[in-house]
Nanobody
Framework: QVQLVESGGGSVRAGGSLTLSCAYSQYTYIGNWMAWFRQGPGKEREAVAGIYPTGAPVYAESVKGRFTISHDNAENVVYLQMSSLKPEDTAIYYC????????????????WGQGTQVTVSY
């Protein structure tokens, strides 16, 4: 059973920072890619950042320069460091594993965490 557990969400003021974590069991097969997605109120789930073990991370244009994805293979954790947060970053953030296609399409991911809420206010 694949388990992805997100944590680190919360409420912050615009311009603030948060770091999200996605922990998975050492017995979980995660494939090669892992990613973060988000879903704002009334919106579709959208790709935020993806990471591949031997390649450079990829980011949505809306978060480039503000968010950083990293993967600690020894600790089985994927992080999303978020800075210069904006109210439009408010969403539930999800961790994804087991990619079977283009990384930015939510439907191509086989496993999801339960999500963690991020709220950014003025």
């Amino acid at each position: 059973q694949v388990q992805l557990v997100e944590s680190g969400g919360g409420s912050v003021r615009a311009g603030g920072s948060l770091t999200l974590s996605c922990a998975y069991s050492q017995y979980t097969y995660i494939g090669n890619w892992m990613a973060w997605f988000r879903q704002g109120p009334g919106k579709e789930r959208e790709a935020v950042a993806g990471i591949y073990p031997t390649g450079a991370p990829v980011y949505a244009e809306s978060v480039k320069g503000r968010f950083t994805i990293s993967h600690d293979n020894a600790e089985n954790v994927v992080y999303l460091q978020m800075s210069s947060l904006k109210p439009e970053d408010t969403a539930i953030y999800y961790c994804a594993a087991n990619l079977k296609g283009a990384w930015f399409r939510a439907g191509n991911w086989g496993h999801w965490g339960q999500g963690t809420q991020v709220t950014v206010s003025y």
